[in-house]
C-alpha cells in the first residue's frame, strides 16, 4: 500500500535552471536504491520551478527518504541551486494508481 508522499517544490536560480535538472536527473540511481520509495518523479513546472513527489508505504521510508541521499544532496546544494528554500510537504495519500497495485 501507498499511503505517505512528499511533495518538493524548488526554484533554480537565475542560470541554474539546467544544472537543477541535471542535480535531480543524477537522483534516480540514489533513489532506486531505497527500498521504502513506491515511486519517485522529478518534475518541471516552468523555466526555474522544478519539483519531486514520491510516495511511500508508511511515515518510516518517507522520513528515512527524507534523511537519506537526495535529502542531503538537497541541504548540501541548494544554497548554489536555488533562489529559496526548497518547499517540503507531506502528504497523505487517499487514492492511487501504479502497475500491479490497488488503492
Not at 542560470?15 to 518534475?43: C, N
Not at 535529502?71 to 492511487?96: K, M
Request: proline letters at 5%; charged letters at 20%; a negative charge.
Amino acid at each position: 500500500m501507498i499511503n505517505f508522499a512528499l511533495s518538493v517544490i524548488v526554484h533554480a536560480k537565475p542560470g541554474k535552471e539546467e544544472d537543477v535538472a541535471d542535480f535531480l536527473r543524477s537522483a534516480r540511481p540514489i533513489v532506486e536504491q531505497e527500498e521504502g520509495t513506491r515511486a519517485w518523479f522529478a518534475l518541471q513546472f516552468d523555466e526555474s520551478t522544478f519539483g519531486i513527489f514520491d510516495v511511500f508505504p508508511d511515515d518510516v521510508a518517507r522520513q528515512t527518504h527524507l534523511s537519506g541521499g537526495v535529502g542531503q544532496a538537497l541541504a548540501a546544494q541548494g544554497a548554489d541551486l536555488f533562489s529559496t528554500e526548497p518547499s517540503i510537504q507531506n502528504v497523505d495519500v487517499i487514492a492511487y494508481k501504479l502497475p500491479g497495485e490497488t488503492s
